[in-house]
Nanobody, 116 residues
Framework: QVQLVESGGGLVQAGGSLRLSCAAS????????MGWYRQAPGKQRELVAT???????NYADSVKGRFTISRDNAKNTVFLQMNSLKPEDTAVYYC??????????WGQGTQVTVSS
């Protein structure tokens, strides 16, 4: 059973920055992909960014140039540096690890609120 523990959310003014962290434990398998998703009120959960063990990354168009995903593979930890935050970035942010057999593991979510 994979446990994902997130931290770093909060309230910030537009234009500000936040850094999210997510530590994975108990996976029992070699983690290849780690990622971040978000869900705003009344909207579907959407991809924010993913990062492969190789270092390859993928970003949603809405965050390109503002958000940076990074990893500490030795510690199975993924980070999301969020700069130039906008009110539309307000959402609950979830850490995600897909297993080799197709099951998705999710963190508990951390609230990010950007005031205008």
């Amino acid at each position: 059973q994979v446990q994902l523990v997130e931290s770093g959310g909060g309230l910030v003014q537009a234009g500000g920055s936040l850094r999210l962290s997510c530590a994975a434990s108990g996976s029992g398998f070699s983690i290849n992909v780690m990622g971040w998703y978000r869900q705003a009120p009344g909207k579907q959960r959407e991809l924010v960014a993913t990062m492969f063990n190789s270092g390859s990354t993928n970003y949603a168009d809405s965050v390109k140039g503002r958000f940076t995903i990074s990893r500490d593979n030795a510690k199975n930890t993924v980070f999301l540096q969020m700069n130039s935050l906008k009110p539309e970035d307000t959402a609950v942010y979830y850490c995600n690890v897909p297993s080799p057999w197709g099951r998705d593991y999710w963190g508990q979510g951390t609230q990010v609120t950007v005031s205008s």
